[in-house]
């Protein structure tokens, strides 16, 4: 089945304690991108990926780091966490359309993080 | 900055019923725009999207059309049921800095509700 497989899906844990969100497709998609979804904000783009080994600032980039070593994995690094980054996120993938840009988007199930 | 909005926040409507929703955006500099759908607790789900180039997209009941010039794409919904409940979101795409179409903007959805 073509999914995009986020792990974990909930995760309670404690202000600066590194962790690791995962993002997987099977698609062979070239795109990949993470949002986070916060009540009254909606949906904010943090990093995107065009390609393996090309990243791109979103527009809430701040606090988190990502890397795109290979087609299929692009996981979001929480270096330092803080209260404020406790929020829905999302990973999604495409395949890029003629004109290079990011065509019909499959949506990861979400990871819920919480930081206390 | 591109900014997106959609009007109205929230609807409700009679099962039957024929409606439109509204997206505006202020930079026609885009690459497509995405119209999804969310359920409650869930992720997205991509319903149509629009190349820069097109004019409109259908797909079943749903048909979406783009006017890039006046920034205003509108997602109309024929012969709504019940099950169309849940939160629709407007998303554009834009250029990055390798002058590809990743970045993405969300607006902050309109959230229907259709009464048997």
């Known amino acids: 089945e073509a999914q995009v497989t986020q792990n974990p899906r909930y995760l309670i844990t404690v202000t600066g304690k590194k962790l690791t969100v995962t993002c997987s497709q099977n698609?062979?998609?070239?795109?990949m991108s993470w949002y986070r979804q916060d009540p009254g904000l909606g949906l904010r783009q943090i990093y995107y990926?065009?390609?393996?080994?090309?990243?791109d600032k979103g527009d809430v980039p701040e606090g988190y780091k990502v890397s795109r070593k290979e087609k299929r994995n692009f996981p979001l690094i929480l270096e330092s966490p803080s209260p404020n980054q406790t929020s829905l996120y999302f990973c999604?993938?495409?395949?890029?359309?003629?004109?290079?840009?990011?065509?019909?988007?499959?949506f990861g199930a979400g990871s819920r993080l919480t930081v206390l | 900055k591109q900014e997106v909005t959609q009007i109205p926040a929230a609807l409700s409507v009679p099962e039957g019923e024929n409606l439109v929703l509204n997206c505006s955006f202020t930079?026609?500099?885009?690459?497509?725009l995405q119209w999804f759908r969310q359920d409650p607790g869930k992720g997205l789900t991509s319903l149509l999207l629009?190349?820069?180039?097109?004019r409109e997209q259908t797909s079943g009941r749903l048909n979406a059309s783009l006017d890039k010039s006046s920034g205003r794409s509108t997602l109309y919904i024929a012969a709504s049921q019940p099950g169309d409940s849940a939160t629709y979101l407007c998303?554009?795409?834009?250029?990055?800095?390798?002058?590809?179409?990743?970045?993405?903007?969300f607006g902050q959805g309109t959230e229907l509700s259709v009464k048997p």
């Open positions: 999604a993938s495409s395949f890029l359309s003629r004109a290079g840009g990011a065509n019909v988007l499959t």
């Open positions: 698609m062979n998609h070239e795109y």
């Open positions: 990926s065009m390609n393996v080994e090309v990243t």
């Open positions: 930079d026609s500099a885009i690459y497509n």
């Open positions: 629009i190349q820069s180039s097109q």
């Open positions: 998303a554009v795409i834009g250029k990055g800095i390798y002058n590809q179409g990743g970045k993405l903007i």
